[in-house]
């Protein structure tokens, strides 16, 4: 069993940078792929990016490319988020997810295990 507590939400100006921080309980957590998704008010829930149990492979939705960069520390038990260039469509409330198993869809939300509680991330334009 994992647990994952997001951190390191808030309020930013448009252009601004943020990093969203998911620590995670267990010894497993370097057996997990890991993936960020985000839900706006009114809109369903989106694939951000994800990352492999190892850091070797990283995913990405196209409109985050080249200024969101995923990373993980598995000696930490973290997975990150850094957030660049932050636009007010970025705002949402930001949730971390572990998958077990093979690295396959991982932009599928319906194939992760465990979520965290989310963190809000609010871009003022």
């Known amino acids: 069993q994992v647990q994952l507590v997001e951190s390191g939400g808030g309020l930013v100006q448009a252009g601004g940078s943020l990093r969203l921080s998911c620590a995670a309980s267990?010894?497993?957590?370097?057996?997990?792929?890991m993936g960020w998704f985000r839900r706006a008010p009114g809109k369903e829930r989106e694939f951000v990016a994800a990352?492999?149990?190892?850091?070797?492979?990283?995913y990405y939705v196209d409109s985050v490319k080249g200024r969101f960069t995923i990373s993980r520390d598995n000696a930490k038990n973290t997975v990150y988020l850094q957030m660049n260039s932050l636009k007010p469509e970025d705002t949402a409330a930001y949730y971390c997810?572990?998958?077990?198993?093979?690295?396959?869809?991982?932009?599928?939300?319906?194939?992760?295990?465990?979520w965290g509680q989310g963190t809000q991330v609010t871009v003022s334009s």
């Open positions: 990352i492999t149990w190892s850091g070797t492979y990283t």
């Open positions: 267990g010894r497993t957590f370097s057996s997990y792929h």
């Open positions: 997810a572990a998958k077990s198993g093979a690295n396959t869809g991982l932009r599928n939300p319906q194939v992760y295990d465990h």
